[in-house]
């Protein structure tokens, strides 16, 4: 099942949401955020979980002001409510003209996840994907990808979407 986009498999216990395992694909990938924006913000907004829309709600906004429904309802498999809408040019509605994010404290799960996407293999096991476009990969300055980043940097929004 691995694919050169694959980082890495998650193995977690689903009651205490704790990680059990982390099998790392690649060894030598580096990530730093350039806070560019290219990619993670002007191409429209990511989907939203339950707790993304909560945490964007206590921060003053309404659903209505930031969210798109899933058309039809959600689907009880899918952890996801909507998508964050998107200006005009397509960019996020919280992208200030600057590539800064104007809720970047708050922002949405997939938001704190780029460039790496999370997919559930079975009802204990995701697998830690690339999105290989983003200037911050394999950057020379960049932290190493490895067991102590994922648990450090991506352990909450990991398991947000994965359960």
């Given at each position: 099942?691995?694919?050169?986009?694959?980082?890495?498999?998650?193995?977690?216990?689903?009651?205490?949401?704790?990680?059990?395992?982390?099998?790392?694909?690649?060894?030598?990938?580096?990530?730093?955020?350039?806070?560019?924006?290219?990619?993670c913000?002007?191409?429209?907004?990511?989907?939203?979980?339950?707790?993304?829309?909560?945490?964007?709600?206590?921060?003053?906004?309404?659903?209505?002001?930031?969210?798109?429904?899933?058309?039809?309802?959600?689907?009880?498999?899918?952890?996801?409510?909507?998508?964050?809408?998107?200006?005009?040019?397509?960019s996020?509605?919280?992208?200030?003209?600057?590539?800064?994010?104007?809720?970047?404290?708050?922002?949405?799960?997939?938001?704190?996840?780029?460039p790496?996407?999370?997919?559930?293999?079975?009802?204990?096991?995701?697998?830690l994907?690339?999105?290989?476009?983003?200037?911050?990969?394999?950057?020379?300055?960049?932290?190493?990808?490895?067991?102590?980043?994922?648990?450090?940097?991506?352990?909450?929004?990991?398991?947000?979407?994965?359960?």
């Open positions: 099942m691995e694919t050169n986009e694959e980082i890495a498999r998650i193995l977690l216990n689903p009651e205490t949401k704790q990680i059990l395992d982390i099998a790392l694909y690649r060894k030598n990938l580096r990530f730093k955020c350039k806070r560019c924006a290219i990619f913000c002007k191409l429209g907004g990511p989907k939203l979980t339950k707790s993304d829309a909560e945490r964007i709600e206590r921060i003053g906004y309404s659903e209505e002001e930031f969210m798109i429904p899933i058309e039809g309802g959600t689907d009880c498999s899918s952890p996801f409510l909507g998508s964050l809408k998107a200006k005009e040019d397509g996020c509605i919280f992208l200030k003209s600057d590539s800064e994010c104007s809720i970047y404290d708050h922002r949405p799960t997939l938001c704190k996840l780029y790496f996407e999370v997919f559930r293999i079975d009802f204990q096991s995701v697998v994907r690339l999105v290989p476009c983003c200037t911050g990969l394999n950057s020379p300055d960049g932290e190493l990808v490895d067991e102590q980043f994922i648990v450090n940097s991506l352990l909450d929004a990991r398991v947000d979407l994965a359960f």
